[in-house]
């Protein structure tokens, strides 16, 4: 094979190496093989080429051809139908089903439409006919050819990371599915851990001057359950889906739960500093703002190195400006190129490595924050950092924050109280918090509670969890608004946090009361009175 920096004649000879090739060669910095027997077309062909400053490779037989295409060094390939060792179009189908994928160009001095037929369904991408054969028809032959080729090279490519991201954005929403269940699982034992050991822990201080290393390892346990339960809470925020639903909210609280979940990665690489000043709310989705805040503080994070935190840091700060609430995130990482901000919020376009970025983050940002009827911008300078700015209107919903019940002096008069869980020792938790005050039964069915109701038994209020096998909170509320319906208005659901569309229509469609897994036992005590009260207050339907 002969091999020549631009077309001259001369005649076939040994395979030599090359650069550049198809991945890095421009149209007129080509590599051709042409795989021809005759040596007068050769020397037309490389004539014909001279406008393009090609660099040939000569090959005269079929064997030669099929190997020189196999080599994946050329742009583009010249192959003669009639060869005397064997066919074009067969040295075609070979090539592709070995896996070369470059262009060929067949030559032929056949024009009848069958050739040319043949030719195209074996993968070609043209043919040109040798008698017809001049500098126009074979450049535009062979620009269109390598132009395809690269084109459709550019797609599969772009098909390829596309699938590549858009699995990586499945597997976050399956991370987020299986996060909410973690935290709903998590919740149930929380509650009757924290419950037990703060019953425990009050007892015993009660008894003053007993066991005191004993109230204080109580302390910590509580301490340590405390802790748990903000993790819980924060888990729960940023995996629930709530459907978009909005509701009057602080940014401020929504930061420092983003904060706890993205401390892990900030606190190796860079010094938090915070300045969160009073706002008004926003009518937001809280954790869809969470989602977004999150996204800020790990962006904000991977752009610091790891090591040397001390001399790094991100800033957090809320604050109106003009009447809106806004919000800034910086770093004093590495810093976006300008040529690369304008494209910082388009979809899949990532600066980070494949493995860590899927360049979809701050586009749904920046739609989560244009939803709410605000806008978010990025100032950025290589070498000294970049700050994400968050404005929000601010909000017009009346505040749906309803801060937790004071525990008060027990009513005189005790109650029947049911409580429903299929968590056994959560109810056992339940009982033992409120036996000071009221006459409990902790069932772990549904069915069950409707059974005392059915019976006749003295109830007068049901706690139950949303929840369950056999039957769900939502379904005893139904069967009790026809058996009972006073007791279905002042039921006290309890939920985990896990909420289906169908949990979350039932929930807005009712008035009552609603405690989140773990709940303080005083927050579940003040709860039950407030509930007696208003239902001792309302005349009874039935």
Known sequence: MEHEAHAQPGGPGTAAAHTPGPATATLTELAVLLVEDDPVFARLVRAHLGGLAARLDWVEDARAGLAALCERIHDVCLLDVNLPDGDGVDVLRAARAAGCDAPVILLTADERASVADAALAAGASDYVVKRALDSEALGRAVRYAVGRARAEAAVRASERSLRARLAASDRLASVGTLAAGVAHELNNPLAYVLANVRHAHDTLRARAGEAPDLVEALEHAVEGAERLRAIARDLKLFARGDGGEKRSVDVRPVLESALNMAWNEIRHRARLVKDLRAVPPVDASESRLAQVFLNLLVNAAQAIPIGAADHNQIRVLARCRDGRVVVEISDSGEGIAADELPRIFEPFFTTKPAEIGT????????????????????????????????????????????????????????????????????????????????????????????????????????????????????????????????????????????????????????????????????????????????????????
């Open 359 to 542: 360049g979809l983050g701050l586009s749904i940002c920046q739609g989560i924050i244009h939803d709410l009827g605000g806008e978010i911008t990025v100032s950025s300078t290589l070498g000294v950092g970049t700050t994400f700015t968050v404005s929000l209107p601010p909000g017009r919903l009346d505040d749906a924050h309803t801060p937790a019940p004071a525990e008060r002096p027990a009513a005189a008069a005790r109650a029947h109280v049911v409580v429903v869980d299929d968590e056994a020792a959560l109810g056992k938790a339940l009982r033992r918090a409120l036996a000071d005050e009221h006459d409990v039964v902790a069932v772990t069915d549904a069915r069950e509670a409707l059974r005392l109701v059915e019976a006749g038994e003295p109830v007068d209020l049901i706690i139950s969890d949303l929840a369950m096998p056999n039957m769900t909170g939502m379904e005893l509320y139904a069967a009790l608004e026809k058996l009972a319906p006073s007791l279905a208005q002042g039921m006290v659901f309890m939920t985990g946090g896990a909420f289906t569309a169908q949990t979350r229509t039932f929930l807005s469609s009712v008035p009552n009361v609603r405690l989140e897994k773990p709940f303080e036992p005083a927050a579940l005590r003040a709860a039950v009175r407030d509930r007696l009260q208003a239902d001792r207050a309302r005349p009874r339907r039935e």
